[in-house]
């Protein structure tokens, strides 16, 4: 089933989008909603003349997205999460936490356009921020346990390590 897309829709498509969906989904969701409306030839003309008529404000509207994708660019994020023995967090760090640790650098943005698989462990990971259906934004997101100064430090200590091997050769050969 075709459907007109009224509004962006994080993983469907964007508002003006036209897609294939399950008549299920269709029918019981997104045309009640008001979501979307079917893709019939004459909506499909309706559609093209309005965005002939709306080109301009939809440059506007990829200029505005830009603007804050600059703003985002170099961003990234440190989440302090409890974690277990094992290396396992208590929950899990989404959108949510990302959306949060922007807010505190600043920078709002809506959590509904950030899209990560959430982060049950320790470890990188990888937020995208959705501003317009061509303009995307990858954010670094780092989580770590919440002694951070002590992740930091860990960090400091492979280098260490690295270095600590050329001295225990030497120590063997010595005695």
Do not use: W
């Not at 469907?12 to 030839?41: E, T, W």
């Not at 409890?82 to 936490?97: E, F």
């Not at 780092?142 to 492979?158: N, Q």
């Amino acid at each position: 089933m075709e459907i007109i897309l009224k509004e962006d829709i994080i993983g469907l498509g964007y508002k003006n989008d036209i897609v294939n969906v399950k008549s299920g989904y269709g029918r019981n969701y997104l045309i009640p909603q008001g979501k979307g409306v079917i893709a019939s030839p004459m909506a499909k003309k309706i559609l093209a003349e309005n965005l002939k008529q709306q080109a301009h404000k939809l440059a506007a509207l990829k200029a505005d997205a830009e603007k804050k994708a600059e703003s985002l660019s170099g961003v990234a994020l440190c989440i302090a999460a409890k974690v277990s023995a094992t290396g396992q967090l208590y929950g899990s760090v989404g959108a949510n936490q990302v959306a949060e640790e922007l807010k505190k650098l600043g920078k709002e943005v809506d959590r509904k356009i950030i899209t990560m698989k959430d982060a049950k462990t320790v470890g990188d990971f990888v937020a995208l921020v959705h501003f317009h259906k061509e303009v995307t934004v990858e954010i670094p997101v780092k989580v770590v346990a919440e002694g951070a100064p002590v992740e930091e430090k860990k960090a400091e200590a492979p280098v260490a390590e690295a270095e600590a091997p050329v001295v225990e050769e030497a120590a063997p050969v010595e005695e």
